[in-house]
């Protein structure tokens, strides 16, 4: 059993940045596909960030595209987000998630929550204008 540990979250000001952490422990193993989503009050769950790294792949929503960086350290079993020039709407749970189950198929629509069945509780990140 693979367990998230999301961490990193803050509330800074538009323009700011932060770096947000996921922490994999249990049954962890090389190779996962893993990504950040968020979700804002009354929106769905959205993809943010993915990294499938079995493909050397990674992709990311086309609101945080040239701001996010998504990483992942497989020695320490540690995904980052790096959020630059934050902006107000960016404002939402962010959550860390992995895929165990994997399939190239999923790379036709790589930020689908759904493919997604390890989830973390989340880290706030509020941005204020």
């Known amino acids: 059993q693979v367990q998230l540990m999301e961490s990193g979250g803050g509330s800074v000001q538009a323009g700011g940045s932060l770096r947000l952490s996921c922490a994999a422990s249990?049954?962890?193993?090389?190779?996962?596909?893993m990504g950040w989503f968020r979700q804002s009050p009354g929106k769905e769950r959205e993809g943010v960030a993915t990294?499938?790294?079995?493909?050397?792949?990674?992709y990311y929503a086309t609101s945080v595209k040239g701001r996010f960086t998504i990483s992942q350290d497989i020695a320490t079993n540690t995904l980052y987000l790096v959020m630059n020039s934050l902006k107000p709407e960016d404002t939402a749970m962010y959550y860390c998630?992995?895929?165990?189950?994997?399939?190239?198929?999923?790379?036709?629509?790589?930020?689908?929550?759904?493919?997604?069945?390890?989830w973390g509780q989340g880290t706030q990140v509020t941005v204020s204008s």
């Open positions: 998630a992995a895929d165990l189950n994997g399939g190239r198929w999923k790379l036709s629509n790589p930020l689908n929550p759904s493919f997604f069945n390890v």
């Open positions: 249990g049954s962890t193993g090389s190779g996962y596909t």
């Open positions: 990294t499938y790294p079995g493909y050397g792949s990674t």
